[in-house]
């Protein structure tokens, strides 16, 4: 079941913070979040696997709330070069299983 | 650093044409996968490889096939291609813990005429 992320897009001014979220139907395992620019592959920002632990990368941070089987992105302070797709992946288990990712969050920051 | 490198970054064919994307990652990666993306629906799994000639379908396997002859390579084939199958191909590839990161190629921006 794939995850459901929203908001669908955001338009931000540098200096402003944003949250983009990643829920799933399922019981989660661990939460992948990565971002593409456009023409680009998507790059890797961070995992979050069970156990609701938060954590950071520069200004962009993420937490997984098992119980309510959903993941959130912080970007705080937006630098124009955080502009892309926010895209999360999710695992219903440990081991060799593939990530289902959702339709992507399409954030632009604009000076 | 991770690299996975995929064969063409566009590619134009005609309908019924049979097409191979080539993806090819240099970490000894055991798992593999072929995504396509589409505006609106995100990255949809096709296939994926967890070792050497192995493979399995993911959401959407109709219409591709694939093979893993070598670790490092992966291929995805178009056996005849239709003109819904234009889209972006993207190539993944992760370490065998399954919950590591999953590396991605540039992609292959594939036009069927």
């Known amino acids: 079941q794939q995850p459901v992320q929203s908001p669908q897009a955001v338009i931000l001014r540098e200096g402003e913070d944003a949250v983009i979220n990643c829920s799933s139907s399922k019981a989660l395992y661990s939460v992948h979040w990565y971002r593409q620019k456009h023409g680009e592959a998507p790059v890797f920002l961070m995992i979050?696997?069970?156990?609701?632990e938060q954590k950071g990368h520069e200004k962009i941070s993420a937490s997984f709330n098992e119980k309510k089987q959903q993941s959130s992105l912080y970007l705080t302070a937006s630098q124009l070069s955080y502009s892309g797709t926010y895209f999360c992946g999710t695992a219903s288990r440990p081991g060799n299983t593939p990530l289902v990712f959702g339709k992507g969050t399409r954030l632009s920051v604009i000076a | 650093d991770v690299k996975v490198t995929q064969s063409s970054r566009y590619l134009v064919k005609r309908t019924g044409e049979k097409v191979f994307l080539e993806c090819v990652q240099d970490m000894d990666h055991e798992n593999m996968f072929w995504y396509r993306q589409d505006p609106g629906l995100g990255l949809r799994l096709i296939y994926f490889s967890y070792d050497v000639k192995m493979k399995e379908k993911g959401d959407i396997p109709e219409g591709y096939s694939v093979s893993r002859e070598k670790k490092e390579r992966f291929s995805l084939i178009l056996e005849s291609a239709s003109t819904n199958q234009t889209s972006m191909y993207l190539c993944?590839?992760?370490?065998?813990?399954?919950?590591?990161?999953?590396?991605f190629g540039p992609g292959t921006r594939l036009t069927v005429l």
């Open positions: 993944a590839s992760q370490s065998g813990m399954g919950s590591d990161t999953q590396y």
């Open positions: 979050l696997l069970k156990g609701g």
